[in-house]
DNA sequence: TAGATTGTTAATCGATTAACAATC
DNA sequence: TAGATTGTTAATCGATTAACAATC
């Protein structure tokens, strides 16, 4: 399928928007009018409605949007309508947080691989996945169809577990690494960083 | 100090400069272009050049950047030369995990103050810090002079427990917890939620 | 000096927002 | 129908980039 030319910008709101609109039915509300929502997710309405009218009208004239249909909209939008298992490579302290969280099932997304190279946490089993040697990545993913990453390794370790990743078929990384990766294109990065944030959040503290 | 108008998008590139320098200035690197220094972190020079400009002339026509200088400056831009400290609420796994995390302390960062309800956690030790009972976080706060704060409770509890936070002084918050946050004017947000950044992956993987 | 590179102005590009027709 | 609200066009705003003078 080829994409048409959406703004990544503009990309980048929905999941927000699903965010909220599945807290507001989660608290039984049905119908919600742009402006309703604008309030909850902190975004200008007429943005709201111009972000969803990239992929159609979705909305009801005079009356607003029906909750359960935009989710669904939202959810077909954005690929979510499958699981996507995901390989975490690094199971230190964070790694392990990651594997217990229970907001990625939630939302469709399952670790279903763990691989580490410390001998130590190697055959250990945490949240009932048994972590594997990251020297078996390539047969480990070999076998499976995981195209998602989670990279929870040393700085210095990052770019080149992430090159292995990519040769084995991964197609896009959430990057926990304090560090820019260096990738081929066609392979989508996204940053974790709380230190980057921080700083940002710094400047504006006197 | 009265800020003046940079762009706050100018101001989000300015610690993934920093960062990259001081891996940069770490691997004994004196001067860089900027063409150099856009290489390694994926932004155009002119770019670079433009936004370093907002702050001041920190190169040399001919030459480029002294690191070790644009470094600095960088620093004193964020308001990075003083050790800030933080309070974490909610030591779940993740809490613990970013307990852990050297990262902070590496940039001067330091979690101060952990505070729980669980009366199984309150009281423990992790990583040196004694996690407090969040019950006593108006005294806790109140001598200290934390302004930043984690929120690492989960969802349920995060808008509430964020307002506790800024009644009792905090001015910045980088929240985990995945829910939009309402609060006053003046106080700072940034959100780390990795479901929407996945989410924002899915939307490009076919 | 010649070459390299910064810092800045002006042009372009793209995103946000205002206005409003369409219509439920 | 009157009122409300969407979806869209056009205007505005702001950010990126091209061009280039300044200068080390």
């Known amino acids: 399928m080829v994409?048409?030319?959406?703004?990544?910008?503009?990309?980048?709101r929905l999941p927000l928007y699903l965010q909220t609109l599945n807290h507001l039915l989660r608290e039984g509300k049905e119908v919600i009018s742009s402006n309703e929502l604008s309030q909850h997710v902190?975004?200008?309405?007429?943005?709201?409605?111009?972000?969803?009218?990239f992929f159609g009208g979705f909305g009801v004239k005079g009356k607003g949007y029906d909750i359960i249909h935009l989710i669904d909209n939202l959810?077909?939008?954005?690929?979510?309508?499958?699981?996507?298992?995901?390989?975490?490579?690094?199971?230190?302290?964070?790694?392990?947080?990651?594997?217990?969280?229970?907001?990625?099932?939630?939302?469709?997304?399952?670790i279903a691989l763990a691989l580490d190279n410390n001998p130590k946490i190697i055959g250990t089993e945490i949240a009932g996945i048994v972590v594997q040697d990251v020297a078996d990545m390539q047969a480990e993913l070999d076998r499976s169809d995981i195209r998602i990453a989670l990279l929870t390794v040393p700085a210095n370790a990052a770019q080149?577990?992430?090159?292995?990743?990519?040769?084995?078929?991964?197609?896009?990384?959430?990057?926990?690494?304090?560090?820019v990766l260096n990738?081929?294109?066609?392979?989508?990065?996204?940053?974790?960083?709380?230190?980057?944030?921080?700083?940002?959040?710094?400047?504006?503290?006197?």
């Open 75 to 110: 959810r077909n939008i954005l690929n979510l309508n499958q699981i996507w298992p995901m390989v975490i490579v690094g199971v230190g302290n964070l790694g392990q947080a990651l594997i217990h969280y229970q907001g990625f099932a939630r939302q469709g997304f399952e």
């Open 160 to 179: 080149s577990t992430a090159e292995a990743l990519v040769a084995n078929g991964i197609k896009a990384i959430l990057n926990y690494a304090p560090i």
């Open 42 to 53: 902190g975004i200008p309405a007429v943005q709201i409605r111009k972000d969803l009218s």
């Open 183 to 206: 990738l081929p294109d066609g392979v989508r990065v996204a940053n974790i960083d709380p230190v980057l944030m921080l700083e940002r959040l710094t400047y504006y503290l006197s």
């Open 3 to 12: 994409k048409t030319n959406i703004p990544d910008i503009v990309v980048s």
